[in-house]
């Protein structure tokens, strides 16, 4: 230990307590003049801000990097142990009035927009974020020997405005989060709705309506984990369901089923050879053939269902089975997807699809660090309700025979080709 100082940057408990005294009352007055109910102090070392707001009613979570800060903290049960400049979202489940972050200048330079995008995704609309970050050179003083990044006002200002959280006061370092327009994307959902139901297909303005954006670099395909699908056996009660609705749908005489969006682990597949013997099925997904772990028995073609009539004839199999797929087609591409399904069943064929019903996407984005947009989560970007997937699937010559409501909000619905 040297001058206070524990191997990492951290000083020794006792030291740090009483240089935590020294100053506390000034960073705690900082925080409650904007008078929150909730509080998460990023780069809170033993978690001392913790524990005093908390003393005073607020509701205060840490977050640290350090394990040695953690196990020394007195307050344990409101400390996550994590890196701020990890790809990983931060290990908090609610949104918070204040942020409180002491560590940005600690996150390398090449990983500080991912830490502020993280930040702005758990402050409320309208929630202050404090940058105790002051400019400085970097290790130009002890207490800043784990400085990673220096950077002037101007410097600051123009990186918090990319991710919309403005400047609150001169002379402060201290952000407000602006309430974006992210609904923006999703005002014209109810829009689809109205055409899908409508009777006359206003096919131009349907085209016309916005796509939600998806960010793949944020969410690439080829870095799925292979090998927890290969050694997965158990799946979840709402897999099972899907699975066992679809092969009690699928007909028990021998049939041609493409399997579109199937995805990569075979756990379906699986359950299809099984139950459903007969059955010559045929997986077709956008994820690469070197991902898919599913039985070997089984073709796997690797294919943008966009361009389906490059790879399938017309009227080449008896069935298409669709799970969770349709909803992460963008608008202006939902018409050439139902035509291409349309195009490569047979006369009469049958449609098998699971959709979960009305999501509410627009509660459920995050701030992408890499093309600074509202993004949803899961990878959806469209809504469906009963009444949108029947108006769909009228305008493009189906006809729905079945729904089945399962668990989680989602569907099945069995049609046939008109």
């Not at 994590?82 to 949104?95: A, I, M, N, R, T």
């Not at 990319?162 to 005002?187: C, D, H, P, T, W």
């Not at 991902?291 to 070997?296: D, K, M």
């Amino acid at each position: 230990m040297v001058d206070g100082f524990e191997a990492g940057g951290y000083y020794e408990v006792e030291y740090s307590r009483k240089h935590w005294d020294n100053k506390k009352q000034g960073i705690i007055d900082r925080i409650m003049k904007y008078k929150p109910k909730s509080v998460l102090d990023i780069g809170c070392a033993y978690g001392y801000l913790i524990e005093d707001l908390n003393s005073l009613g607020v509701d205060c979570d840490g977050i640290d990097i350090s394990k040695y800060a953690y196990e020394q903290s007195p307050c344990k049960d409101r400390f996550y142990v994590h890196d701020l400049g990890s790809s990983e979202p931060l290990p908090v489940y609610k949104k918070y009035d204040v942020v409180y972050a002491s560590a940005l200048q600690n996150v390398e330079p090449d990983k500080l927009q991912i830490a502020i995008a993280k930040i702005k995704n758990v402050l409320k609309d309208d929630g202050i974020l404090i940058n105790s970050a002051y400019y400085t050179n970097v290790g130009a003083k002890k207490d800043d020997v784990l400085r990673k990044i220096s950077l002037s006002t101007i410097e600051w200002d123009n990186i918090m405005s990319n991710n919309y959280l403005k400047r609150k006061n001169i002379g402060e370092y201290v952000y407000m989060n602006r309430i974006m327009k992210k609904n923006s994307y999703f005002a014209t959902e109810n829009l689809r709705h109205e055409l899908a139901n409508d009777k006359v297909l206003h096919i131009a303005k349907f085209k016309a309506t916005y796509d939600p954006p998806f960010c793949f670099d944020l969410y690439p395909i080829d870095k799925v984990d292979k090998k927890f699908y290969e050694k997965n056996e158990q799946i979840d009660d709402y897999s099972y369901w899907r699975h066992q609705v679809m092969i009690r749908m699928l007909p028990t005489e021998p049939v041609i089923a493409y399997n579109i969006g199937s995805g990569w682990c075979g756990d379906f597949e699986r359950e299809v050879i099984r139950m459903r013997p007969l059955t010559k099925l045929t997986n077709i997904d956008g994820v690469d053939k070197s991902l898919y772990v599913g039985p070997s028995s089984i073709e796997y073609i690797s294919c943008d269902v966009n361009k389906l009539n490059i790879l399938q004839k017309d009227e080449s199999c008896d069935v298409v089975i669709s799970m969770e797929m349709m909803e992460h087609i963008p608008p202006t591409q939902t018409m050439n997807v139902w035509d291409q399904i349309r195009r490569i069943l047979k006369p009469s064929g049958m449609l098998l699809l699971t959709i979960p019903y009305t999501e509410k996407l627009e509660n459920h984005c995050v701030w992408c660090p890499i093309c600074c947009e509202w993004i949803t989560e899961s990878g959806h970007v469209r809504s469906y309700p009963p009444s949108v997937v029947e108006g769909e699937l009228k305008i493009n010559g189906f006809k729905l025979i079945e729904t089945v409501k399962g668990p989680n909000n989602m569907y099945a619905y069995k049609a046939v080709k008109l």
